[in-house]
């Protein structure tokens, strides 16, 4: 299991019963979590001579994809979060944990857009690309 924790932002997708501005917490597997490493860089190729890179840093992230779900309420939960940390907000997950027995959690931003995919009649799933904070 993984557990997404972030505040809620009243973007138009709230779910019922819940406020703006209060923390909470979902619970999903995850099918796939993968390190990623993205170079910031700068690159000047001559016509003749060697290439030059000036290397600005190495941005940290993840990529994940979540189990598919047909429960609407974990469902509605993560449109929730995705549309609430849309303009870059802080968020955590804790990929290899779970609400009752949390792991190691990290602090990260969404970096793009996130993906809903059916995945069967009423199930989906969701992508996405984080940067660490």
């Not at 557990?3 to 703006?20: C, M, P, Q, W």
């Not at 000047?44 to 001579?49: V, Y």
């Not at 469902?75 to 549309?83: H, Y």
Request: charged residues 25%.
């Amino acid at each position: 299991m993984a557990v997404f924790t972030y505040i809620a932002k009243d973007r138009g997708s709230l779910v019922v019963g819940h406020s703006e501005d209060t923390e909470y917490s979902i619970e999903i597997g995850l099918s796939q979590w993968e390190s990623t490493k993205d170079k910031n860089e700068a690159v000047t190729r001559p016509i003749d001579g060697p290439k030059f890179t000036v290397l600005h840093g190495i941005e940290r992230g993840f990529s994940f994809k979540t189990v598919s779900t047909e429960d609407q309420a974990v469902i509605d939960g993560l449109i929730e979060m995705f549309d609430s940390v849309a303009a870059g907000e802080e968020f955590s997950i804790d990929p290899y944990g779970s609400i009752a027995v949390p792991d190691e959690s990290f602090d990260v931003s969404t970096d793009g857009n996130y993906r809903q995919t059916r995945e069967f009649q009423v199930e989906f799933s969701f992508s996405a690309k984080v940067d660490l904070v």
